[in-house]
């Protein structure tokens, strides 16, 4: 039997290089667009367990532990990443794990907070992947993460549509409602990733244990209005940002 590996771009040396030269990873939350609204779910962090999946850099778990977490959890599938991780972002109350998120087993209600930054649009199976982190989580615990938007992920190749002079004249969404893998360029490297509605996204959570606490499409902020190409980011939403919590059973 041949099985299939979950692809992980992040190791390959020339995508790694490219990611590393983002802003966001330079600069870390300060250089994330996104940042200064997802930073307003976030819930209080003072004597939580925390898991986060999809972890990267580390950034959010090295925010939780300042923030007071007991315990913080970083998990990602790429080794790369968390090399970094450590050396950037690491601390006694901070423990990175290398695993597809996908793969991983913990026992039940073992969190207080479940994040997840950028990273359920590299998942296939949203669903049980769902059904895992409300098992995971303590009833009452929080869960925030964010997404690319739907609107963004629809069609695929995720870049504008032009006109003759290289202006810019519209961005394509299609095939909105026809759900599954995205052949993505991302950095100049083809990447597979995973298109669903705004409506699975959300009432998957609802239909497996979770109230919604908020949602938000965050827009780009205006101290980052001076970064090439910021202002055509107002024309099309671009994420998604997402705060539930487990309800009592």
């Known amino acids: 039997m041949v099985i299939k590996m979950k692809e992980n771009k992040y190791d ?3 995508f790694f290089k490219k990611y590393g030269e983002m802003e966001r990873s330079k600069k870390g939350l300060a250089g994330s667009g996104e940042w200064h609204e997802l930073q307003k779910l976030m819930p209080d962090f003072h004597g939580k367990t925390v898991l986060d999946l999809g972890c990267g850099y580390g950034w959010h778990c090295k925010y939780a532990a300042e923030n007071g977490a007991r315990h913080v959890t970083g998990t990602d ?9 450590v050396r950037r972002n690491g601390g006694d109350r901070i423990e990175y794990r290398t695993a597809a998120m996908e793969d991983l087993t913990f ?8 994040l997840s930054s950028l990273a ?13 982190i409300c098992m995971w989580l303590k009833t009452g615990g929080d869960f925030v993460f964010s997404v690319e938007h739907p ?18 004249l519209h961005f394509p969404v299609d095939n909105y409602y026809y759900e599954g893998a995205r052949d993505a360029v991302f950095l100049g490297e083809h990447v597979i990733k995973y298109h669903r509605t705004l409506t699975t996204y959300l009432n ?18 205006e101290n980052m209005m001076d970064i090439p190409g910021m202002k055509d980011e107002m024309r099309r939403p671009m994420m998604l940002l997402v705060a539930a919590r487990k309800k009592q059973p």
């Open 12 to 14: 390959n040396e020339l």
């Open 77 to 85: 599938i790429s080794g790369k990443m968390l090399q970094v991780a």
């Open 107 to 114: 026992p039940e209600e073992t969190f207080d907070v479940i």
């Open 120 to 132: 359920f649009h590299y998942v296939k199976d949203f669903e049980p992947l769902v059904k895992n």
């Open 151 to 168: 609107v963004f992920t629809s069609s695929g190749p995720q870049d504008w549509y032009y006109d003759g002079d290289g202006n810019i």
């Open 204 to 221: 998957t959570l609802l239909e497996n244990g979770f109230e919604l606490l908020h949602v938000v499409e965050p827009k780009p902020p």
